[in-house]
């Protein structure tokens, strides 16, 4: 049956009576129902005005059920990373450790002695919470200096850098190289920070070469520190000259001045255990002779989004008295993750098992190969009959500026259209698989579809296919 002019339209009352929308009242709610019952029906009204016939009382309770569903969907919603980057800021870079989501959820659930001293019932500091453990995993560098040691967090590790200069360095100089004035995805360049900051950018030496002597001649009476920042998402290779931390710590320290470490990424352990390549590690900046080192929580690390700021107790304790520390710092769910991420540094033996990034990261490219086998058929399928699904070795990025030039041996389901414009054709698979429940997020480039199947759980791989699955007969 279908309506055709307006009287006969049902009322919001009448929708929400029939037996076929009770169930998605008791879901959503009675209120969100009506909302949808009426933006239903002043669509339908729309349509019989311009003449058109108006759906019947059956589809309209269907189609607001269904903008009652879609109104109930998360904003943040999970979708497959299949673009070959595994630390990929746009999709929110690593993936917690159960550990950390276990102790995110009873943070998040029950009062928790958060700034709270449970030995002497006084006030505590926050920073309490993982400053033991991250002295515990960085203690063997310090050498002597362990003792000397504190760590605080804030936000992310831009906050980090802006803290630490604002603290240190502002009205005064900071000695930085021409080829550390980096800017990371999301428009985080260290001059801006610099100004932000208050300091002084001193820059040194040219893009390619600095020298030692060029870190000692631009010392002066204003100078408050010398400064390197990790060369995160570039490399400058050929005639290149870079002066090592340990150099340029002897030259702050034979002026009295503290040496900063902005690292970026920092993994906390040694890649070559897991023969990824060589990731620089807060452990190497400190013993090399680093005051201050800064890094990211959600980088290499593996845990919630943050910036740790460790390194000498003065300068920590100066840090944490600068009021714009208060408007960075942390919250109790995300101290309650970064403290079991920390924890499980203590087993090294099984990290690689228990945080889901490092597990990505050390995945095999045979083991990702037979995974494209499997589900070669199901996305050939999916793509159309003209579509031509292969299997190619792909090279995964680490991200997140980490490691710029290194590649990790992947694989990748890969769908061109033969013929001469298959940028169309591409263009609807791709937001076809956007589409999807869980969206699938690959990359075209070359004429080709690729999905890198390195960040797809093998534990996913099942509801991967039934969503390709259910979308084809939809
Ligand atoms: C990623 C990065 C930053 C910014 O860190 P966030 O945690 O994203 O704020 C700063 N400096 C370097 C060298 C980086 O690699």
Known sequence: ??????????????????????????????????????????????????????????????????????????????????????????????????????????????????????????????????????????????????????????????????????????????????????????????????????????????????????????????????????????AVVGFTKTVDEAEVAAIAHAHGLPFMVDLGSGTLTDFARWRLPQEPTPQDSLAAGADLVTFSGDKLLGGPQAGILVGRRELIAKIKKNPLKRALRVGKVTLAALEATLRLYRDPDRLAQRLPTLRLLTRGEHDIAAQAERLCPALADFAGADAEVSIEPAMSQIGSGALPVERLASAALVVRYPGKRPGKRLAALEARLRGLPQPVVGRIAEDALRLDLRCLDPADEARFVAQLRAEEES
């Open 1 to 234: 049956m279908t309506q055709t002019n307006l009287a006969q339209l049902p009322s919001v009352d009448r929708l929400l009576a029939l037996p076929s929308i009770a169930d998605a009242i008791v879901r959503h709610g009675r209120q969100p129902l009506t909302d949808c019952a009426r933006a239903e029906l002043a669509a339908a009204r729309e349509l019989v005005r311009a003449g058109h016939l108006a759906p019947d009382v059956e589809a309209l309770a269907a189609a607001a059920v269904a903008r009652a569903e879609r109104l109930a969907q998360p904003n943040l919603r999970p979708v497959f990373n299949l673009t070959g980057t595994v630390l990929h800021t746009n999709l929110g870079r690593a993936l917690l450790a159960p550990e950390a989501i276990a102790a995110m959820a009873v943070a998040a659930a029950a009062p928790c002695a958060l700034e709270y001293d449970l030995a002497d019932g006084g006030r505590g500091d926050r920073d309490a919470l993982v400053e033991p453990l991250l002295a515990e995993i960085l203690a063997a560098a310090m050498g002597e200096r362990a003792n000397d040691f504190a760590a605080t967090v804030v936000n992310n590790n831009a906050a980090a850098v802006l803290l630490a200069l604002d603290t240190l360095a502002k009205g005064k100089e900071a000695v930085v190289s021409r080829g550390e004035l980096v800017e990371i995805g999301g428009a985080f360049r260290v001059p801006d920070i610099m100004r932000r900051a208050g300091a002084k950018l001193v820059e040194i030496g040219t893009t390619n070469r600095t020298h030692a002597k060029d870190y000692a001649d631009a010392i002066t009476a204003k100078t408050a520190l010398l400064m390197k920042v990790h060369a995160s998402n570039y």
